[in-house]
C-alpha cells in the first residue's frame, strides 16, 4: 500500500503491466482531445477544471485486472485484481494500491471511474471514457446509466478491500503504511489500527482504535478472519468468494467470518450500520454489511433481545389480552345502559 506524489506531467504514455493504472491517470488527465469526441464541450471543461483544481476528498477507483489464459478473468485469486483508489488531498495526490497474492501474469483489464459533485465518469481501454451530468431530470434514470453504475460498483468493490468490514461512510483521508492504516469518516470517527498476517501470509486479525472526534470516547477492536467453506453456513448467507490452499490457492466459494471482541457497550450505531440476525439457541448475533458478516460475542456486546417466553408468562399475557379484548368489546354496551337509565329516570 502506498501513496503517490502529484504527477510531474500531464502527457500520456504507454502502459506497462505494473504500471497499467498509472497509464489510466495519465489519459484521465491529459486526454482532453479524447474528451471532446465523447462529450460536450460544457462536460469536457468541467472535467478539465476538476482534474486541475480538485476540491477535498474526491474520489477514483481504477481497477487493473489481469485475466487467465483462458480469458476468465480470475477474482481475488493469487493473480487477483489489483485496485488503485486515488484521492486528491489538499497539495497532495493518493494512490492507494490493493494488490492481491501473486504477481501480474498474461493481458490486463483496466477501468476506472470517478466523480465531482453531479459530475461522473468510467474509463475503459476499448471503450474510452464516458462521461455523465445528474440533472433532476437524470437523476431518476441512474439505475440503467452505466456511467454511474459502473462508478458505484467500482466503490463497492474497493471499499469492501479497504474498509476491513467497517461501514463505507464517505472515508476522507486514508494514510496507509506498510501493515498499518489510518482513516477517518463522514461520522467523525478516526480510525487507526494495524493487519496482523499468519504464516500463510494471509491476513489473520486487524486490531483496530476508533476514537469518536466529538466525544473523545475511544473504543479498542479486534477482528479475526477466518476463512471457512460455505457448505457449512446457511445458504442465505453464502455471499463471499474467497480463495484457498484447498483448490490451489483458486477461486473457492467460502464465507469470511469476522469474530469482533470490544469495549464498547453497546456498540455505537454511527459506527457500525449493520443488519443483525440473532442466531438461535446462541447468545450470538451475525452483523452484515457490503455482503460481509461480523459475530459478536454476546459476552462483549449485549443482546437485547428477550428470551423465549416461559408458559405462565404466556398465560398472563393471553390471559390480559382477552380481559382488555372483551372490556373494549362490551364498552359501547355498558354506555347504551347507563344512558338508557339516566333517560328512565329523567322521564320519571
Known amino acids: 500500500?502506498?501513496?503517490?506524489?502529484?504527477?510531474?506531467?500531464?502527457?500520456?504514455?504507454?502502459?506497462?503491466?505494473?504500471?497499467?493504472?498509472?497509464?489510466?491517470?495519465?489519459?484521465?488527465?491529459?486526454?482532453?482531445?479524447?474528451?471532446?469526441?465523447?462529450?460536450?464541450?460544457?462536460?469536457?471543461?468541467?472535467?478539465?477544471?476538476?482534474?486541475?483544481?480538485?476540491?477535498?476528498?474526491?474520489?477514483?477507483?481504477?481497477?487493473?485486472?489481469?485475466?487467465?489464459?483462458?480469458?476468465?478473468?480470475a477474482m481475488f485469486g493469487p493473480d487477483a485484481s489489483v485496485f488503485y483508489r486515488v484521492r486528491w488531498q489538499?497539495?497532495?495526490?493518493?494512490?492507494?494500491?490493493?494488490?492481491g497474492n501473486g504477481a501480474h501474469q498474461g493481458n490486463t483489464v483496466v477501468r476506472g471511474s470517478g466523480r465531482v459533485g453531479n459530475f461522473f465518469w468510467s474509463y475503459s481501454e476499448e471503450g474510452g471514457i464516458s462521461l455523465y451530468t445528474r440533472t433532476d431530470a437524470s437523476v431518476l434514470h441512474e439505475a440503467s446509466n452505466g456511467v454511474v453504475q459502473t462508478h458505484l460498483a467500482h466503490l463497492r468493490i474497493a471499499a469492501e478491500i479497504l474498509n476491513l468490514g467497517v461501514p463505507a461512510e464517505d472515508i476522507g483521508a486514508v494514510r496507509w503504511t506498510r501493515h498499518r492504516f489510518k482513516f477517518t469518516n463522514s461520522l467523525n470517527y478516526l480510525w487507526e489500527g494495524q493487519l496482523v498476517t499468519n504464516r500463510e501470509g494471509r491476513v489473520?486479525?486487524?486490531?483496530?482504535?476508533?476514537?469518536?472526534?466529538r466525544s473523545g470516547q475511544t473504543y479498542h477492536h479486534k477482528t479475526r478472519l477466518g476463512y471457512r467453506d460455505s457448505q457449512s453456513l446457511p445458504s442465505s448467507i453464502r455471499?463471499?468468494?474467497?480463495?484457498?490452499?484447498?483448490?490451489?490457492?483458486?477461486?473457492?466459494?467460502?464465507?469470511?467470518?469476522?469474530?469482533?471482541?470490544?469495549?464498547?457497550?453497546?456498540?455505537?450505531?454511527?459506527?457500525?450500520?449493520?443488519?443483525?440476525?440473532?442466531?438461535?439457541?446462541?447468545?450470538?448475533?451475525?452483523?452484515?454489511?457490503?455482503?460481509?458478516?461480523?459475530?459478536?460475542?454476546?459476552?462483549?456486546?449485549?443482546?437485547?433481545?428477550?428470551?423465549?417466553?416461559?408458559?405462565?408468562?404466556?398465560?398472563?399475557?393471553?390471559?390480559?389480552?382477552?380481559?382488555?379484548?372483551?372490556?373494549?368489546?362490551?364498552?359501547?354496551?355498558?354506555?347504551?345502559?347507563?344512558?338508557?337509565?339516566?333517560?328512565?329516570?329523567?322521564?320519571?
Open 204 to 213: 489473520s486479525e486487524i486490531l483496530q482504535t476508533a476514537r469518536d472526534l
Open 239 to 348: 455471499h463471499y468468494t474467497d480463495f484457498g490452499p484447498a483448490r490451489g490457492w483458486q477461486l473457492m466459494k467460502s464465507f469470511r467470518i469476522h469474530a469482533l471482541e470490544t469495549n464498547a457497550t453497546p456498540l455505537p450505531p454511527a459506527m457500525f450500520l449493520y443488519d443483525f440476525l440473532n442466531l438461535a439457541n446462541t447468545n450470538i448475533i451475525a452483523y452484515s454489511n457490503n455482503m460481509r458478516f461480523l459475530v459478536v460475542k454476546g459476552k462483549t456486546v449485549p443482546i437485547n433481545v428477550r428470551p423465549a417466553p416461559t408458559r405462565r408468562e404466556v398465560v398472563i399475557k393471553r390471559t390480559a389480552l382477552i380481559v382488555l379484548f372483551s372490556v373494549g368489546a362490551a364498552f359501547p354496551w355498558l354506555l347504551w345502559r347507563v344512558t338508557a337509565k339516566r333517560n328512565r329516570n329523567l322521564v320519571s
Open 90 to 99: 489538499p497539495g497532495a495526490f493518493l494512490l492507494l494500491c490493493l494488490r
Open 1 to 73: 500500500m502506498k501513496a503517490s506524489e502529484p504527477p510531474a506531467s500531464h502527457h500520456a504514455y504507454r502502459p506497462a503491466p505494473a504500471g497499467a493504472a498509472l497509464y489510466v491517470i495519465a489519459v484521465s488527465i491529459g486526454g482532453s482531445l479524447a474528451l471532446t469526441a465523447l462529450a460536450s464541450q460544457d462536460a469536457v471543461a468541467a472535467y478539465e477544471a476538476f482534474v486541475s483544481s480538485p476540491p477535498i476528498v474526491e474520489e477514483l477507483v481504477f481497477e487493473d485486472e489481469p485475466n487467465d489464459a483462458d480469458g476468465a478473468i
